[in-house]
Every structure is written in structure tokens, then in C-alpha cells.
């Protein structure tokens, strides 16, 4: 079975701190891919970044970054300088080759950006 | 605009009665996804189709049937509606199984 965890349910920042949402995942597979969704008070989703299991480099786009590690199954994402504008929920979610490719999504993290 | 189409935005009406929501997929895109996202179970997968034939099935109810038609829209079928089934009803598309799914705005369904 597939597992997405996201211990963080709330955040709170002040704009322009730096601040990172957790992700670790379960899976027995050897190829898998790794994403983040950002959810923002208007409701719908939008697709922020796709990672597969053989791919370990760090991505950074803007002022958004993301740190993949297998050794401790997790998708860290960061956000530098924060801006009100970030404030969302964030899902990370796992999808599996042979799983019928749906994605497993974690609880959710809602962030709060203050000015 | 993820370029996932989806109506109605909201809907509501009572418990027993039937209600169908479609999606379109984004231009090229052959699989569709329907996901619920409910406050006591999350986002969850439903369905998914790719080019017209039913690929996977997740938690879908009994109740609830999809299809996809030739042009590629999809819709979703939810019958003798419950007051637990309302939620918000996304429909997500990409090009092939593997590659990122896009979302629509989703179909709010209240059920009274």
C-alpha cells in the first residue's frame, strides 16, 4: 500500500520568512513519481512540480525549491521570502507505475502567509 | 487556467436524487481522473479512464459510475445522493498515464 504523509496540518509565517512543508511517502515500488499541488482559497488545484523515483536532484524554480531524499522518503518543499500570495493549502501526492497511476495524496498542509 | 473544463461549478439538491457531472480534458490530453475531496477523507481518487476505456477504479461508491465518451469528455454519474456524498468532484486530465495530471476548477455538490 501507498501512504503520503504530511505531519504538518498548519503553518504560520510573516511574510518574507523562509519556510518548509514536509512530505514523507510509503511505497514498496522501485518507480514511482513524486508531486506537489498547491490549492489556494479559490479552490482549485494547481500542479507545482513532477519528480520520478530516479531522479534525486534538488529543483528550484523561483522561490520555490525542492529537496528529494529516498534514503529518508521525503519531498521537502521550501518557500524563500515568503509573500501573501503563497498562502494555500499544499498537497504533496505519490503515484505508482502498476497502481493505476491515481495519486495518493497526503492531508494537506495549509500555510499562512501575514503581512 | 489549467485548460480542465467543468460543470456545473456548483450544484445543489437533495438526498435521493441523481446528478451528472462532466469534464472536459485538456486539448491532446486521453486520460481522465474524477477525485472527491471531503473534509473528513481528503482528496481521493474515484476513477480513471484513458481513451475511452475504464483504467482504474479507487474508492468509488457503488452509486457512482463514469464514462468517457469518443471526444475524450468524461462524465460523472452520482446516484441516490447521501447527505456524506457532498464534496468538491475534480476532474483531472494528462497526456499519458505517467505524465502530471491538471486539474479543473471542480463541481461543488451539495447534497440537502
Known amino acids: 500500500a501507498q501512504k503520503v504523509t504530511q505531519a504538518q496540518t498548519e503553518i504560520s509565517v510573516v511574510e518574507k520568512e523562509d519556510v518548509t512543508l514536509d512530505c514523507v511517502y510509503e511505497t514498496r515500488d522501485t518507480t514511482y513519481y513524486l508531486f506537489w499541488y498547491k490549492q489556494p482559497p479559490s479552490g482549485e488545484l494547481v500542479f507545482l512540480i513532477r519528480?520520478?523515483?530516479?531522479?534525486?536532484q534538488n529543483e528550484i524554480s523561483g522561490r520555490y525549491s525542492w529537496n528529494f531524499q529516498k534514503s529518508t522518503s521525503s519531498f521537502n518543499f521550501t518557500i524563500t521570502a515568503s509573500q501573501v500570495v503563497d498562502s494555500a493549502v499544499y498537497f504533496c501526492?505519490?503515484?505508482?507505475?502498476?497502481?493505476?497511476?491515481?495519486?495518493?495524496f497526503g492531508g494537506g498542509t495549509r500555510l499562512m502567509v501575514k503581512p | 487556467d489549467s485548460g480542465v473544463t467543468q460543470t456545473p461549478k456548483h450544484l445543489i439538491t437533495a438526498t435521493g436524487q441523481r446528478v451528472t457531472l462532466r469534464c472536459s480534458p485538456r486539448s491532446g490530453d486521453l486520460s481522465v481522473y474524477w477525485y472527491q475531496q471531503s473534509l473528513d477523507q481528503g482528496l481521493q481518487f474515484l476513477i480513471q479512464?484513458?481513451?475511452?476505456?475504464?483504467?482504474a477504479k479507487g474508492n468509488i461508491l457503488e452509486r457512482f459510475s463514469a464514462q468517457q465518451f469518443p471526444d475524450l469528455h468524461s462524465e460523472l454519474n452520482l446516484s441516490s445522493l447521501e447527505l456524506g456524498d457532498s464534496a468538491l468532484y475534480f476532474c483531472a486530465s494528462s497526456k499519458t498515464v505517467y505524465n502530471e495530471q491538471f486539474f479543473g476548477p471542480g463541481t461543488r455538490l451539495t447534497v440537502l
Open positions: 519528480r520520478n523515483s530516479f531522479d534525486e
Open positions: 479512464y484513458y481513451n475511452g476505456e475504464e483504467r
Open positions: 501526492a505519490l503515484m505508482n507505475n502498476n497502481a493505476g497511476n491515481m495519486l495518493t
